[in-house]
C-alpha cells in the first residue's frame, strides 16, 4: 500500500474530532504531520470521490467527513486510496513453466494463487469489519486527551507548529511492569 492510505486513515480520524460543520483546509491537515500539501490533496480528493470526505468551498472552507465515523470502514479508505485491486494478481506463471499448459486458467486452479486470493480476502474482511469509529474509540480509551489536542491544535494551528499529542496515560499493566522492574 502507498503511504497515502495512513494519510488517509490518520486525516479522517483527527477530521472526526473537528466540531461539525467546521472545515480543514489542505494546508491545516497536511501541517499536522508535515506532510506534502499536494500530494494530500489528491488523497483528499480520492476520498471525497469515494463519499468519505466533503469539500466545502469559500472562506472558511476545506474538507470533513461526509459520513459519521461508525459507517466508513478501514477497507473504504483504502479502497478510495488504493483502488479496488487485488494484493496478488496470478499471472499464469505456471503456464510457461515445464509441463505447462496455456490452456489452463492458473489464477483458478493454482494452489498459491488460492491460498493468496483466501489471504487478500480475509484482509478485507478485517479492514471491512472496523469502522473509522472503532478507531476513534480505541484511540480516545488509550489516549484520551487526543481529541481535546487534536481540536485545539487546528484552532490555533501555525504551519511551522506541530501538534503535542499527550503521552498515553499508565495503565495497571504498565504500572505493574514498572514496578516489577
Given at each position: 500500500m502507498s503511504e497515502g492510505v495512513e494519510w488517509a486513515l490518520h486525516t479522517?480520524?483527527?477530521?472526526?474530532?473537528?466540531p461539525e460543520?467546521?472545515?480543514k483546509t489542505t494546508a491545516q491537515v497536511a501541517a499536522f504531520y508535515d506532510l506534502p500539501p499536494a500530494y494530500?490533496?489528491?488523497?483528499?480528493q480520492a476520498l471525497v470521490r469515494a463519499g468519505i470526505l466533503t469539500s466545502v468551498s469559500g472562506p472558511r472552507g476545506?474538507?470533513?467527513?461526509a459520513r459519521e465515523p461508525d459507517d466508513v470502514s478501514l477497507l473504504d479508505v483504502v479502497v478510495a486510496i488504493e483502488g479496488r485491486t487485488e494484493a496478488f494478481a496470478c499471472a499464469n506463471l505456471l503456464a510457461e513453466g515445464p509441463g505447462g499448459d496455456p490452456s489452463v486458467d492458473?489464477?483458478?486452479?493454482?494452489i498459491l494463487s488460492q491460498a493468496m486470493s483466501r489471504a487478500d480476502l480475509a484482509w478485507r474482511r478485517e479492514l471491512a469489519s472496523r469502522t473509522l469509529g472503532d478507531?476513534?474509540?480505541?484511540v480516545e480509551q488509550a489516549y484520551p486527551g487526543t481529541p481535546e489536542a487534536t481540536r485545539d491544535w487546528f484552532a490555533n494551528?501555525?504551519?511551522?507548529?506541530?501538534?503535542?499529542?499527550?503521552?498515553?496515560?499508565?495503565t495497571e499493566n504498565t504500572i505493574q511492569n514498572?514496578?516489577?522492574s
Amino acid at each position: 500500500m502507498s503511504e497515502g492510505v495512513e494519510w488517509a486513515l490518520h486525516t479522517c480520524l483527527n477530521l472526526s474530532w473537528v466540531p461539525e460543520g467546521e472545515a480543514k483546509t489542505t494546508a491545516q491537515v497536511a501541517a499536522f504531520y508535515d506532510l506534502p500539501p499536494a500530494y494530500l490533496n489528491k488523497q483528499l480528493q480520492a476520498l471525497v470521490r469515494a463519499g468519505i470526505l466533503t469539500s466545502v468551498s469559500g472562506p472558511r472552507g476545506g474538507f470533513r467527513l461526509a459520513r459519521e465515523p461508525d459507517d466508513v470502514s478501514l477497507l473504504d479508505v483504502v479502497v478510495a486510496i488504493e483502488g479496488r485491486t487485488e494484493a496478488f494478481a496470478c499471472a499464469n506463471l505456471l503456464a510457461e513453466g515445464p509441463g505447462g499448459d496455456p490452456s489452463v486458467d492458473y489464477a483458478v486452479t493454482c494452489i498459491l494463487s488460492q491460498a493468496m486470493s483466501r489471504a487478500d480476502l480475509a484482509w478485507r474482511r478485517e479492514l471491512a469489519s472496523r469502522t473509522l469509529g472503532d478507531i476513534r474509540r480505541d484511540v480516545e480509551q488509550a489516549y484520551p486527551g487526543t481529541p481535546e489536542a487534536t481540536r485545539d491544535w487546528f484552532a490555533n494551528a501555525r504551519p511551522a507548529r506541530r501538534p503535542t499529542i499527550p503521552e498515553r496515560p499508565a495503565t495497571e499493566n504498565t504500572i505493574q511492569n514498572t514496578e516489577r522492574s
